[in-house]
DNA sequence: AAGTCCAATGCACTATTGTTGCACGTATAT
DNA sequence: ATATACGTGCAACAATAGTGCATTGGACTT
């Protein structure tokens, strides 16, 4: 278990202390999370700070994006190991029509995706919808 | 093929000159769009008419919402036997990453799709990135 | 044909989300 | 230590989403 700054640094991000709070409330939520999630949790924080640093994260692949049905899009701590830069890492994703959560089932991989001749799939955006385990 | 008029009625929609207007312009386009791309199609409807239209069409089932990566929420139009609010109907659309357009692949359909125990799928955003056929 | 009813439309306004520019502070490299 | 680059916060703006209310207009009744 490598510590968070071991980790950041090895993407290329520089350690502040903001990005070590957001990066722990992300790996505490389960679920996906919008900007304002994150926004609510420690009211202080500038919405443009947090703007800009999910879109490092993201841009260094240590955040995903998702887009489940709702308005806004949210995000997601990448896998240790997951490649999400990579048309390899198709992983589902889940939203509930009825807690309105959207997690990652980073277990349930689509094996592979076929796209049309002349088409070149690089990443994917895959949510199924329905109802969760925890409202079934 | 049966009229418009028809189609709409069939599905419980009351048929107005707007309606026809809004749904023979998603007609007319191959690729999703969003309610701004309808507004600037015709400058002198109303945000809110486009709004609730496009809400009316996709509770009724004549649209289905996709949500490619870029901010806001794309609709398009169901295929005439489509069946969008099935789990059986999770087809895919391809968002390119280079003209930001986003297609439906009506019959590229995913075979199935395993969801964990517990979990109960209904619908699905499925959109896969990269660069279609007329920009690669 | 007139009147009633209800859905559709349009207008005004508010809320939320996404985005940029600039100023200032803090860390980094020479 | 000094210049430089990067992070943060403030302010403002833009785009998207959504609501309430008054008006219009079609469908239906009598």
Do not use: W
Request: with cysteine.
């Amino acid at each position: 278990m490598e510590t968070i700054e071991k980790h950041l640094e090895k993407k290329g991000i520089r350690v502040t202390a903001m990005r070590l709070l957001i990066y722990k409330f992300l790996a505490e939520k389960k679920s996906a999370v919008t900007l304002s999630d994150i926004e609510n949790a420690f009211d202080k924080v500038d919405r443009t700070t947090l703007y800009r640093t999910v879109k490092t994260f993201e841009s260094k692949g240590v955040v995903h994006q998702i887009n489940d049905g709702s308005t806004g899009t949210k995000y997601a701590l990448c896998e240790t190991n997951c490649k999400c830069e990579l048309e390899t890492d198709l992983h589902l994703h889940f939203h509930c029509n009825n807690c309105e959560e959207t997690v990652c089932l980073t277990d349930h991989k689509i094996p592979q995706i076929k796209v049309p001749d002349g088409f070149i799939a690089e990443n994917a955006n895959l949510v199924v919808k329905g109802i969760c385990n925890k409202c079934s």
